[in-house]
Protein backbone atom coordinates (compact mmCIF):
# COMPACT_ATOMS: atom_id res chain seq x y z
CA UNK A 1 0.00 0.00 0.00
CA UNK A 2 1.43 3.28 -0.68
CA UNK A 3 1.71 5.93 2.26
CA UNK A 4 3.88 5.54 5.45
CA UNK A 5 3.18 2.75 7.52
CA UNK A 6 5.07 1.71 11.29
CA UNK A 7 5.25 -1.53 13.11
CA UNK A 8 4.32 -2.74 14.98
CA UNK A 9 1.09 -0.47 16.35
CA UNK A 10 1.56 -1.91 19.90
CA UNK A 11 4.06 -2.87 22.11
CA UNK A 12 4.44 -3.46 25.53
CA UNK A 13 8.09 -4.31 26.85
CA UNK A 14 10.12 -4.66 30.40
CA UNK A 15 12.39 -2.05 31.27
CA UNK A 16 15.76 -2.68 30.23
CA UNK A 17 15.01 -4.13 26.82
CA UNK A 18 16.31 -3.10 23.37
CA UNK A 19 12.76 -2.42 21.43
CA UNK A 20 13.25 -1.51 17.38
CA UNK A 21 9.78 0.47 15.81
CA UNK A 22 9.86 0.27 12.00
CA UNK A 23 8.65 3.14 9.31
CA UNK A 24 8.19 2.45 5.88
CA UNK A 25 7.32 5.15 3.42
CA UNK A 26 6.59 4.34 -0.54
CA UNK A 27 6.76 8.24 -1.65
CA UNK A 28 10.14 8.32 -2.01
CA UNK A 29 10.22 11.22 0.39
CA UNK A 30 14.10 12.55 1.04
CA UNK A 31 13.21 13.73 4.43
CA UNK A 32 11.96 11.69 7.46
CA UNK A 33 11.20 12.19 11.08
CA UNK A 34 10.66 10.63 14.50
CA UNK A 35 8.39 12.17 17.13
CA UNK A 36 7.29 11.63 20.47
CA UNK A 37 3.42 12.58 21.50
CA UNK A 38 2.70 12.56 25.14
CA UNK A 39 -0.02 14.17 27.24
CA UNK A 40 0.51 17.68 27.57
CA UNK A 41 3.08 18.37 25.71
CA UNK A 42 3.39 18.55 21.97
CA UNK A 43 5.10 16.89 19.44
CA UNK A 44 8.75 16.26 20.25
CA UNK A 45 11.39 15.35 17.71
CA UNK A 46 13.71 12.59 18.39
CA UNK A 47 15.60 12.38 15.10
CA UNK A 48 15.33 13.16 11.55
CA UNK A 49 17.02 12.52 8.15
CA UNK A 50 17.69 14.55 5.25
CA UNK A 51 18.95 11.27 2.84
CA UNK A 52 19.82 7.83 2.93
CA UNK A 53 23.27 7.57 5.42
CA UNK A 54 22.42 11.12 6.49
CA UNK A 55 20.40 11.36 10.25
CA UNK A 56 20.89 14.33 13.41
CA UNK A 57 19.69 14.53 16.25
CA UNK A 58 16.23 16.53 16.91
CA UNK A 59 14.98 18.31 20.65
CA UNK A 60 15.18 14.53 22.64
CA UNK A 61 17.75 12.18 21.35
CA UNK A 62 19.29 10.52 24.39
CA UNK A 63 18.12 7.07 24.52
CA UNK A 64 17.12 6.52 20.83
CA UNK A 65 19.75 5.19 17.94
CA UNK A 66 18.32 5.64 14.02
CA UNK A 67 19.49 4.42 11.10
CA UNK A 68 18.47 4.41 7.21
CA UNK A 69 20.70 2.76 5.40
CA UNK A 70 17.73 2.83 2.46
CA UNK A 71 15.44 5.99 1.50
CA UNK A 72 12.04 4.20 2.20
CA UNK A 73 13.20 2.92 6.07
CA UNK A 74 13.92 4.69 9.08
CA UNK A 75 13.72 2.17 12.05
CA UNK A 76 14.17 3.99 15.56
CA UNK A 77 15.79 2.21 18.60
CA UNK A 78 15.40 2.09 22.47
CA UNK A 79 18.68 0.99 23.45
CA UNK A 80 17.60 0.08 26.57
CA UNK A 81 14.36 0.67 27.46
CA UNK A 82 13.11 3.34 30.57
CA UNK A 83 9.25 4.00 31.85
CA UNK A 84 10.02 7.11 30.64
CA UNK A 85 9.81 6.20 27.01
CA UNK A 86 6.63 5.02 27.42
CA UNK A 87 4.41 7.12 24.69
CA UNK A 88 3.13 7.56 21.11
CA UNK A 89 5.59 7.12 18.45
CA UNK A 90 5.00 9.11 15.04
CA UNK A 91 7.23 8.30 12.06
CA UNK A 92 6.68 11.89 8.88
CA UNK A 93 7.92 12.14 5.98
CA UNK A 94 8.17 15.19 3.70
CA UNK A 95 9.68 16.14 0.52
CA UNK A 96 11.57 18.63 1.81
CA UNK A 97 11.57 20.91 4.65
CA UNK A 98 11.21 24.10 3.30
CA UNK A 99 8.75 26.29 2.23
CA UNK A 100 4.98 24.31 2.08
CA UNK A 101 5.84 20.86 2.31
CA UNK A 102 4.15 19.28 5.08
CA UNK A 103 5.02 16.43 6.74
CA UNK A 104 3.08 13.03 6.49
CA UNK A 105 2.34 11.30 9.32
CA UNK A 106 2.42 7.14 10.17
CA UNK A 107 -0.32 5.86 12.01
CA UNK A 108 2.19 5.67 15.46
CA UNK A 109 3.06 2.74 17.70
CA UNK A 110 1.87 2.69 21.29
CA UNK A 111 4.82 1.72 23.14
CA UNK A 112 4.21 0.60 26.79
CA UNK A 113 7.42 0.46 28.94
CA UNK A 114 7.04 -1.84 32.29
CA UNK B 1 13.93 29.14 24.18
CA UNK B 2 11.08 28.53 21.66
CA UNK B 3 7.73 28.60 22.79
CA UNK B 4 4.11 27.77 21.44
CA UNK B 5 0.37 28.35 23.32
CA UNK B 6 -2.68 27.04 22.49
CA UNK B 7 -5.88 26.79 24.84
CA UNK B 8 -5.94 23.49 26.32
CA UNK B 9 -9.90 22.63 25.09
CA UNK B 10 -12.46 24.09 23.83
CA UNK B 11 -16.22 23.45 23.20
CA UNK B 12 -18.51 24.38 20.58
CA UNK B 13 -21.96 23.79 19.22
CA UNK B 14 -22.60 21.62 15.51
CA UNK B 15 -23.20 24.42 12.89
CA UNK B 16 -21.60 27.09 14.71
CA UNK B 17 -18.40 28.87 14.20
CA UNK B 18 -15.22 28.29 16.52
CA UNK B 19 -11.94 30.00 16.63
CA UNK B 20 -8.88 28.76 17.82
CA UNK B 21 -5.99 30.99 18.33
CA UNK B 22 -2.06 30.10 18.78
CA UNK B 23 0.82 32.30 19.67
CA UNK B 24 4.46 31.71 19.04
CA UNK B 25 8.06 32.60 20.14
CA UNK B 26 10.36 30.78 18.45
CA UNK B 27 14.18 31.39 16.87
CA UNK B 28 13.06 32.13 13.42
CA UNK B 29 10.10 31.79 11.13
CA UNK B 30 9.34 29.99 7.80
CA UNK B 31 5.65 29.43 8.22
CA UNK B 32 2.50 27.78 10.22
CA UNK B 33 0.74 25.11 9.95
CA UNK B 34 -2.07 23.73 11.50
CA UNK B 35 -2.73 19.65 11.98
CA UNK B 36 -5.86 17.76 12.83
CA UNK B 37 -5.76 14.82 14.59
CA UNK B 38 -8.85 12.37 15.85
CA UNK B 39 -7.76 10.40 19.00
CA UNK B 40 -6.17 7.49 18.71
CA UNK B 41 -4.58 9.24 15.06
CA UNK B 42 -2.33 10.39 13.20
CA UNK B 43 -2.04 14.00 12.94
CA UNK B 44 -3.26 15.17 9.10
CA UNK B 45 -2.32 18.39 7.61
CA UNK B 46 -4.96 21.24 7.32
CA UNK B 47 -3.40 24.23 6.17
CA UNK B 48 0.24 26.55 6.02
CA UNK B 49 0.63 30.31 6.54
CA UNK B 50 3.38 31.89 5.56
CA UNK B 51 2.29 35.63 5.05
CA UNK B 52 0.20 37.70 6.81
CA UNK B 53 -3.49 37.29 5.97
CA UNK B 54 -6.29 34.76 5.87
CA UNK B 55 -5.74 31.46 3.86
CA UNK B 56 -9.50 30.07 3.26
CA UNK B 57 -10.30 26.18 2.63
CA UNK B 58 -13.93 25.17 2.73
CA UNK B 59 -14.97 25.76 6.08
CA UNK B 60 -11.31 26.01 7.37
CA UNK B 61 -9.73 29.43 7.60
CA UNK B 62 -6.35 29.94 8.33
CA UNK B 63 -5.01 33.71 9.45
CA UNK B 64 -1.22 34.52 10.50
CA UNK B 65 0.47 37.97 11.90
CA UNK B 66 3.78 37.62 11.67
CA UNK B 67 4.11 41.00 13.98
CA UNK B 68 2.20 39.85 16.84
CA UNK B 69 3.22 35.95 16.63
CA UNK B 70 -0.09 35.40 16.44
CA UNK B 71 -2.62 32.43 14.44
CA UNK B 72 -6.18 31.35 14.41
CA UNK B 73 -7.42 28.59 12.85
CA UNK B 74 -11.20 29.49 12.01
CA UNK B 75 -13.97 26.63 11.77
CA UNK B 76 -17.20 27.15 10.43
CA UNK B 77 -20.60 25.35 9.97
CA UNK B 78 -18.83 22.84 12.72
CA UNK B 79 -19.69 18.80 12.14
CA UNK B 80 -19.74 16.49 14.79
CA UNK B 81 -16.70 14.99 12.65
CA UNK B 82 -14.25 17.99 13.83
CA UNK B 83 -14.55 16.56 17.39
CA UNK B 84 -10.50 16.12 17.46
CA UNK B 85 -7.16 17.57 18.49
CA UNK B 86 -5.67 20.89 16.30
CA UNK B 87 -1.96 21.38 16.49
CA UNK B 88 -0.51 24.70 15.93
CA UNK B 89 3.23 23.91 14.11
CA UNK B 90 6.01 26.57 12.96
CA UNK B 91 8.68 25.86 11.35
CA UNK B 92 11.76 27.72 12.86
CA UNK B 93 15.29 29.27 11.35
CA UNK B 94 16.61 25.53 11.35
CA UNK B 95 13.38 24.42 9.03
CA UNK B 96 12.27 22.05 11.79
CA UNK B 97 8.48 21.90 13.02
CA UNK B 98 8.16 23.37 16.66
CA UNK B 99 4.62 22.08 18.04
CA UNK B 100 2.41 23.61 20.42
CA UNK B 101 0.60 20.73 22.86
CA UNK B 102 -2.65 20.91 20.90
CA UNK B 103 -6.18 22.28 21.87
CA UNK B 104 -8.75 19.32 22.21
CA UNK B 105 -12.04 20.36 20.23
CA UNK B 106 -15.60 19.20 21.90
CA UNK B 107 -18.34 19.50 19.63
CA UNK B 108 -22.16 19.16 21.05
CA UNK B 109 -25.62 18.68 19.51
Known amino acids: DAGITQSPRYKITETGRQVTLMCHQT?????MFWYRQDLGHGLRLIYYSAAADITDKGEVPDGYVVSRSKTENFPLTLESATRSQTSVYFC?????????????FGPGTRLTVT | GQNIDQPTEMTATEGAIVQINCTYQTSGFNGLFWYQQHAGEAPTFLSYNVLDGLEEKGRFSSFLSRSKGYSYLLLKELQMKDSASYLC??????????WGAGTKLIIKP
Open chain 1, 92 to 104: ASSESPDSSYEQY
Open chain 2, 89 to 98: AVRDSNYQLI
Open chain 1, 27 to 31: WSHSY
